[in-house]
């Protein structure tokens, strides 16, 4: 079959649909990844990827909508706005993103469209042709409320090409653990794509002291200053080697002597010979967290951000702190914080046990 699989044009986005779309392809089946921005990384991967956004500027999108709802900005700067801010956002995207995704699917004829919740132009294609349409999450909120939350915004695209609502989705491929969120649909576990960079030999096995990975976003904006400042500031007084992803040009300026820093690496690789991760909040760190069974220390932050940390730290898996409240006492307890550790390992568990992209392949060529 010819799967067609649209995620908005975010490396966060996209890297959590590649599993799948590699279990595809790898079965025998035509696979083309529609997205765009930073997101175009993906045809790494081995993947042909067509861009749907070219000069796509996530932070223009947010300039011409935000000013028109103070209140929602202000929430969702505060990472309380729930839905709606991502709503406003990705409703004006996919208002954008529809005619070409449709267009590709007129020259392209896919058998089966499979999107993430933002990336609901996918979903309007597949109408459009009467095809399945199989929503993948790759956060951890039910993205039936995120989708709702998109198509309310969704402008003029559905009358565009003929729909006043969007049919349901032939399935939904849940990713998150069932005791960190709840998500409707087929289990799936979470896995992702990491893109390049090669990981150092000293990252391959423990060193001599307990390693914490601190890394930041591939997204940032206002409001978000990440955690690596505050982690430097208290990495002296840790007994740890920290070692930071990545860092901005401020972070990585006169460092500990317990600290070092790396460039892009494959994360996954990295975290079995960690003892802790400490992130933006973001939630594929999270979920890439869990899946090793470390203890997090995740930010609260704009956006999703403070869902998906004050989540973890339900789940008794690890710490949900503003930037400013990180301590040296903070990343002390994430390395000797029995209880977060055990639970951080049950979940791992847990996501272990769900059945791996490669296992859905048949279910999903079932629908065509």
Do not use: C, K
């Amino acid at each position: 079959m010819r799967v067609l699989v649209v995620s908005a044009p975010l490396v966060g986005h996209v890297f959590p649909l590649v599993p799948l779309a590699v279990a595809l392809r790898d079965a025998g089946h035509d696979v083309l990844l529609a997205t765009g921005g930073g997101g175009l990384a993906a045809a790494d991967a081995g993947l042909p990827v067509h861009d749907i956004a070219p000069g796509f500027d996530f932070g223009r999108i947010a300039l011409r909508v935000f000013p028109r709802h103070p209140l929602i900005a202000r929430a969702e700067l505060a990472g309380t706005a729930g839905t709606r801010g991502a709503g406003l956002l990705f409703g004006a995207l996919n208002d954008r993103l529809t005619d070409p995704v449709v267009a590709l699917a007129t020259r392209w004829r896919p058998d089966l469209v499979l999107h993430e919740p933002f990336a609901v132009a996918g979903a309007v294609a597949a109408a459009r042709f009467d095809v399945p349409a199989v929503r993948q999450e790759n956060a951890l909120f039910d993205g039936r409320d995120l989708v709702r939350a998109t198509v309310a915004r969704l402008g003029g695209a559905l009358r565009r090409h003929g729909l006043s609502e969007l049919p349901p989705t032939a399935a939904a491929l849940a990713v998150a653990p069932p005791s960190v969120a709840v998500q409707g649909g087929w289990s799936m576990r979470y896995t992702s794509y990491v893109g390049g960079g090669e990981l150092p030999a000293w990252l391959r096995e423990p060193g001599d002291r307990p390693r914490i990975l601190v890394t930041r976003s591939t997204l940032t904006g206002p409001g978000d200053r990440g955690p690596m400042p505050a982690v430097v500031a208290a990495a002296a007084d840790v007994d740890a080697e920290i070692v930071l992803v990545r860092p901005d040009e401020r972070s990585a300026r006169s460092l500990p002597a317990n600290v070092r820093v790396v460039d892009w690496i494959p994360l996954d690789e990295a975290l079995p010979a960690s003892a802790a991760l400490v992130h933006h909040g973001g939630a594929g760190s999270a979920l890439g967290a869990l899946a090793a069974g470390l203890p997090q220390l995740a930010t609260v932050g704009p956006g999703d951000r403070r869902h998906n940390a004050e989540l973890v730290a339900r789940r008794g898996a690890g710490l949900a702190l503003r930037p400013r409240d990180i301590t040296a006492h903070a990343l002390t307890r994430l390395l000797t914080d029995d209880g977060l550790r055990v639970a951080a390992g049950q979940v791992s568990q847990e996501i272990t046990a769900m059945p791996p992209p490669t296992d859905l392949v048949a279910r999903l060529a079932a629908l065509v």
